[in-house]
């Protein structure tokens, strides 16, 4: 069954619905959590207002029934960089998305909204960042010359299209989703934390956007369709064999291409190292076994590591801290 909401609608009803169940989680005007309705779902969608002319929505949640939303009409006044994790939701209209993993695009400020989907019993996770036109032109004049050429329209206002082409979500990026997804602070604390973390994110999604342009301009490795399908399995061989991977040579063997094309064109899909990816996933999982109060010499060797030492200094080194005190953390 599909269920048709306009967006006023759909918001008045999980209002409501918090009202009746947890008010305090909507006191706040500038931190106010909106609970699926029962019958509809579980889980939540999180406004954040920050400093500087941020705000965030966290996604969070999972529908029971197939749900049309008519977003027409609802204007939107800052520009929007939504990074969707899960796959498929949000589609935008007349965009393909073929990305493996989650995708990221930009929304135009002053959009007049559209039709959105989502579809029954699949995890929603997303962040979306809203930002204000004083916040947009100092990062453009920040960067100058160097500002990536598929964002100016939209950061300038003199696009034709509504909606950016989607671009992958690197593992760097996901990570800081995660972290904000996951953020264990509150407060004042929580609200530097939150804003730093979406700066890093915008700097992250520049950079990449950068890169990439100039990778254009210098001669790299021609990926053909084919080639494209070994590198997706080429990256599920190393996380189903994230514990005791093989090497680089072994797994270009295995999916039929070299050694050169496998790093080329991983690095190219994924923007990271193969082993830079293995990286990334290994954390990721040792972040959610910590939260579940595992014990750190278990974790370590649950996520591939043989020492606890060398665990330790891989998960200070992208989280800041060390396992034992992210766990503690996390009680």
Known sequence: MTIKFDNTELKNLSRQYTLNTNPDLIKDKCDRTFLAPEWL????????????????????????????????????????IAFKLSLPQYIPPNINTNFKEGFCYVIEKNNEGDIWQELANTPSKAVDIHLSQSLLDSLINEYGDNFPEDLKPFFYGDNTLPISTPQIIIPSMKMVILQMLNCPFYGLTKNLYLEAKV??????????????NQVKTINKIKLNQIDREA???AEK????????????????????????????GFKEIFNNTVFGHLYYYRMNMAQNLLKQQKNVAIVAENVGYNSATSFNAAFQKLFGVNPKTFQLAHR
Not at 199 to 212: C, D, F, M, W
Not at 237 to 249: A, D, E, F, K, V
């Open 41 to 80: 779902g579980k889980g939540y969608k999180r406004e954040i207002i920050l400093r500087n002319g941020i705000s965030i929505v966290i996604h969070d949640y999972q529908l029971y029934e197939n749900v049309i939303i008519d977003s027409r009409g609802n204007i939107e006044e800052t520009l929007e």
């Open 231 to 233: 590198i997706y399995q």
């Open 237 to 264: 061989i190393l996380i189903n064999n994230y514990q005791n991977p093989p090497s680089l040579t072994e797994l270009a063997h295995q999916v039929g291409l070299n050694a050169r094309k496998l790093k080329e």
């Open 199 to 212: 700066l890093e994110l915008i700097a992250l999604k520049l950079e990449y956007l950068s890169n990439q």
